[in-house]
T-cell receptor
Framework: AQSVAQPEDQVNVAEGNPLTVKCTYS??????LFWYVQYPNRGLQFLLK??????LVKGSYGFEAEFNKSQTSFHLKKPSALVSDSALYFC??????????FGDGTTLTVKP | NAGVTQTPKFRVLKTGQSMTLLCAQD?????MYWYRQDPGMGLRLIHY???????AKGEVPDGYNVSRLKKQNFLLGLESAAPSQTSVYFC???????????FGPGTRLTVT
């Protein structure tokens, strides 16, 4: 069975500092990997995805993620955090049959 | 282009009552999903569909049924609601197996 782990419930960073939100996964076959962001009382919004190709993926709002096959990781990064980046972040994996699994989410707080 | 819409937005049920949640998408997407979101547990997949007339069980299907009679609609039914089904329900869709999901705004359901 596929699974996603987000080992940190909460990540706190100062504005202007780099941020990393961690994600590891387990899936049979080649993974489709995604990051989503959720603001309070809203649905999830897509940030970026890895399907194939370059291991460094760039997405919306200056976010990027690095796919590491050997470590089965897909960590979300941003070089300089903004207060407005504060939200709940979800990593997700999908298998070739279309079944999606999400992590439990990581709350990112960026302090001024 | 409305994207993914969900009705109703809020609902309160008594234990044992039934209801149907409607999800509609106008993007001609093949894949549709129903998730529930509970505090600290991320999103859990209830059922999903890879095309009109098809459905499949997700991680937590018990107590729910679904139908995908039309490509644009995905219905989630609760035949006999239980307090454990109190949650926020999200519908999502994507166009291809590798595509990012588009989420609806959610339905907040309380079962008393």
């Amino acid at each position: 069975a596929q699974s996603v782990a987000q080992p940190e419930d909460q990540v706190n960073v100062a504005e202007g500092n780099p941020l990393t939100v961690k994600c590891t996964y387990s899936v049979s076959g080649n993974p489709y990997l995604f990051w989503y962001v959720q603001y309070p009382n809203r649905g999830l919004q897509f940030l970026l995805k890895y399907i194939t190709g370059d291991n460094l993926v760039k997405g919306s709002y200056g976010f990027e993620a690095e796919f590491n096959k050997s470590q089965t990781s897909f960590h979300l990064k941003k070089p300089s955090a903004l207060v407005s980046d504060s939200a709940l972040y979800f990593c997700a994996v999908r298998d070739s049959a279309g079944k999606s699994t999400f992590g439990d989410g990581t709350t990112l707080t960026v302090k001024p | 282009n409305a994207g993914v819409t969900q009705t109703p937005k809020f609902r309160v049920l008594k234990t044992g009552q039934s209801m149907t949640l409607l999800c509609a998408q106008d993007m001609n997407h093949e894949y549709m999903y129903w998730y529930r979101q509970d505090p600290g547990m991320g999103l859990r997949l209830i059922h999903y569909s890879v095309g009109e007339g098809t459905t499949a069980k997700g991680e937590v299907p018990d107590g729910y049924n679904v139908s995908r009679l039309k490509k644009q609609n995905f219905l989630l039914g609760l035949e006999s609601a239980a307090p454990s089904q109190t949650s926020v329900y999200f519908c999502a869709s994507n166009g291809q197996g590798s595509g990012e999901q588009y989420f609806g705004p959610g339905t907040r359901l309380t079962v008393t």
